[in-house]
């Protein structure tokens, strides 16, 4: 099955500044990289998503990237602000023959320090 | 549009009792899955239909976790008997289409504590 692997677990960064996120996935056949963010106490809400034949995304300050090569997506925040602060994860998608199967990675914990 | 709904929000059983959870997906969505979120973990997919059929079911825990989605909308997830390491929030999410790339729409979660 797919294992996708997330870094940092753990990440504080000043206001303003940018904040990146990386993830690693393990099978080929995965086509969908949503990343979702989690607010404490509150339901996982997709942020941005990247399909397969495109390299990169971008939505106002959020960007994804990804590079098939080397099976890794990253998402790029800008001009972090204090509501920002939340865990992210990252998941890999594949459709099997009766739906997608998501595959989650274990989430970086975001501080926006003001 | 309404979200997927999940109830309850909390429970707290002690070890060896059974609980349900429940999730109804948003209308029309045909795949459903339930995760187990552990405290500091991604989400782990339990179980994931299609429908009223099982797609994948691989890391359910099958003598104890049991769930159906009899008439392909609602679903409910049971444990029996539950274990201290069941604690966590379990998530039901659903997706619109099979055979495209969608998102999945997450509920609220139930989060349980087995004391």
């Known amino acids: 099955g797919e294992n996708v692997e997330q870094h940092p677990s753990t990440l504080s960064v000043q206001e303003g500044d940018s904040a990146v996120i990386k993830c690693t996935y393990s099978d080929s056949a995965s086509n969908y990289f949503p990343w979702y963010k989690q607010e404490l106490g509150k339901r996982p809400q997709l942020i941005i998503d990247i399909r397969s034949n495109v390299g990169e995304k971008k939505d106002q300050r959020i960007a994804v990237t990804l590079n098939k090569t080397a099976k890794h997506f990253s998402l790029h925040i800008t001009e972090t602000q204090p509501e920002d602060s939340a865990v992210y994860f990252c998941a890999a998608s594949r459709i099997v023959n009766t739906g997608n199967q998501f595959y989650f990675g274990t989430g970086t914990s975001l501080t926006v320090i003001p | 549009e309404a979200g997927v709904a999940q109830s309850p929000r909390y429970k707290i059983i002690e070890k060896r009792q059974s609980v349900a959870f429940w999730c109804n997906p948003i209308?029309?969505?045909?795949?459903l899955y339930w995760y187990q979120q552990i405290l500091g973990q991604g989400p782990k997919l339990l179980i994931q239909?299609?429908?009223?059929?099982?797609?994948?079911d691989s890391q359910l825990p099958k003598d104890r976790f049991s769930a159906e989605r009899l008439k392909g909308v609602d679903s409910t997830l049971k444990i029996q008997p539950a274990k201290l390491e069941d604690s966590a929030v379990y998530l039901c999410?659903?997706?619109?289409?099979?055979?495209?790339?969608?998102?999945?729409?997450f509920g609220q979660g139930t989060r349980l504590t087995v004391v």
């Open positions: 239909f299609q429908n009223n059929g099982v797609v994948d």
């Open positions: 209308s029309g969505h045909a795949t």
């Open positions: 999410a659903s997706s619109l289409v099979h055979g495209k790339n969608t998102e999945a729409f």
